[in-house]
């Protein structure tokens, strides 16, 4: 059955689980380690939970539809999957990566990838080409679009491009659109890493994250990793995204809709220098944006006037928490250069725009109008 995504949030590509004669409606929570076997030399088709879990299996088959790719592996977070991911590559390898990229990301590649002998090159993709930085011993391209914090978007079909003709893998970490409004499988990337923890789970409640790939060869490397590493998502955990991916559709809208109406105010306020979010017409970003997804989404970055003022919004928010993360029911309020991206090196931060007077924030589904109050509270009553 070719289903939309609102009915493949809830139901995958619709096959079913033989092993439950319940009927059950909710996806039961197999909450073991391992599994009986039938006999010597049989197996019921699982043997441990580090390989095999029904719970975490349907979750990755719902992800996997999602994104339209052949399969999906579940990790403890976002941070696992990536770790897992680097895993195909050797050392001597080298990947281009745009320079924004989420903090945890960078810390990877430069505190523990580099030490095992990866070579990265991050350039800011809307200001230099990627083809110049192209070497004999490069195997992939690294993006993330929009960028985290700054909002930069990236053209994924010319990327794609790009990678197809040197023969490299493009790999988009897709967390800040979802499936929901980017798929970036159907723009010829190659593999696709996702923060569960954000919009897929929704729910500021569990960590998680995801690789999704299109081919047998990169399904079947990455399962002998996750088999032999082991930082699969636990069944509990499991359970709790493929609950918060049912109403995923509802929430991306929902949420997009709030971040709107505050970038509208935010364009308004005489304080606040700059606003950095796709869905603002007449800028480049808008432009591809809207030709690769269905949606700018709920993320939006701002300046205000001074470090300051930045820090007293943090400090008089009544409503809105000043915490990490993104992509809940809940809007978060961030302040990047202390917190996600406190350990990008400074010289890095400054070039990339994060600088003191900058604030990420995450819309979630609360009423617009009490979000819009509480920022507008926070801004009016700083006092120079
Ligand atoms: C949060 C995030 C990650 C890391 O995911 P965790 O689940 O926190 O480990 C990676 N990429 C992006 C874009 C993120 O926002």
Known sequence: ????????????????????????????????????????????????????????????????????????????????????????FKPGDHIISEADLYGGSIRLFDHINQKNGIEFSR?????????????ENTKAIYIETPTNPMMNVIDIRKTAELAKKHNLL?????????PYFQRPFELGADIILHSGTKFLSGHNDTLAGFIVVNTP???????????????????????????????????????????QAIVEFLMQEKKVKNVYYPGI?????????????????????????????????????????FAESLGGVETLITYPTAQTHADVPEEIRIKNGITDSVLRLSAGIEDKKDLIADLKQAIDSFRE
Request: glycine share 8%; proline share 4%; with cysteine.
């Open 1 to 88: 059955m070719d289903t939309g995504i609102a009915t493949k949030c809830i139901y995958g590509n619709h096959e079913k689980f033989e092993g439950d004669r319940t009927g059950a409606i909710s996806f039961p929570i197999y909450q073991t380690a391992t599994y009986a076997h039938p006999a010597v030399g049989q197996s019921t088709g699982y043997d441990y939970s580090r390989l095999q879990n029904p719970t975490r299996e349907q979750l990755e088959k719902i992800v996997a539809s999602l994104e339209g790719g052949l399969d999906a592996l579940a990790f403890s977070s976002g941070m696992a999957a990536i770790t897992t991911l680097m895993e195909i």
């Open 123 to 135: 350039i800011n993709f809307a200001e230099e080409d990627p083809e110049n930085y192209i070497k």
């Open 170 to 178: 493009l790999i988009v970490d897709n967390t800040f659109l979802s």
């Open 217 to 259: 060869e990169l399904s079947e490397k990455l399962r002998y990793i996750i088999k032999t590493t082991g930082a699969g998502l636990a069944p509990f955990d499991s359970w709790l995204v493929l609950r918060g991916i049912k109403t995923l559709p509802i929430r991306m809208e929902k949420a997009q809709e709030n971040a």
């Open 281 to 321: 017409p007449g800028t480049n970003n808008y432009e591809v944006c809207k030709s690769q997804a269905s949606g700018f989404g709920s993320m939006l970055t701002f300046e205000v006037e001074s470090k300051e003022l930045a820090l007293h919004i943090l400090e008089s928010l009544k409503l809105i928490p």
